[in-house]
Every structure is written in C-alpha cells, then in structure tokens.
Nanobody, 123 residues
C-alpha cells in the first residue's frame, strides 16, 4: 500500500523558514518522481515543485528562489525547504506521486497524494 506522510508544517512569521518532509512507503521510492502541491483556503490545488528520480528539480515560477525540493532515497523521504515565507503562502501542502507515461511526467496529475501538512503564515 502506497503511503505518503507529510510533516513539518506550522505557524511561521513573515520571512521565516520551514522544512516540510514527506515519508514514503509502499513503492520503489528511488525510481519515482515526487512532487509537492498546495491548496490555499478556498482555492484549488496548485503545483509547487517536483523532483525526478535522478534529482532534477522543477519549480512553479512563483516559487523559484524561495522553495527548494530535495530527496533522500536512503530514507525514502522528500523535502520542501521554504524560505522567506509570506502570509500568502498559507496553504495545506501535500506530497504526491505524479503520473507518468513512459518518459513523460505529468506534474499536474497525481496517482497518490498524502494527507497534507498545514502551513500558516502569520501577518
């Protein structure tokens, strides 16, 4: 059974930092791309960033320079380092396994998604 368990969320002051973690199990983590998505209050899911199995990283334009995705295959964990946070980054953050057809990854479509961790930026 695929399991994705996010942690590390919380309340953060403007300009602060958080590191989110996603512990994965039930599949071959090292062979899988991983992605982070978020959902702000009253809005739909928004893609944040992704990392391929070989460590290549991709970011939504609005996240570049503030967010860093990384992975530790020995720990079956993917991370999201968030810096210089603003109140508008308040959202529930989810890790997910993106859909794949051969060599093509669909960052916006997910086979599996965790339960999420809440990040709240204070104003």
């Amino acid at each position: 059974e695929v399991q994705l368990v996010e942690s590390g969320g919380g309340l953060v002051q403007p300009g602060g930092s958080l590191r989110l973690s996603c512990a994965a199990s039930g599949f071959t983590f090292g062979s899988s791309a991983m992605t982070w998505v978020r959902q702000a209050p009253g809005k739909g899911l928004e893609w944040v960033c992704g990392i391929t199995s070989d460590g290549s990283t991709y970011y939504a334009d609005s996240m570049k320079g503030r967010f860093t995705i990384s992975r530790d295959n020995a720990k079956n964990t993917v991370y999201l380092q968030m810096n210089s946070l603003k109140p508008e980054y308040t959202a529930k953050y989810y890790c997910a396994i993106p859909q794949r057809t051969g060599p093509i990854l669909y960052w916006g479509k997910y086979d599996y998604r965790g339960q999420g961790t809440q990040v709240t930026g204070s104003s």
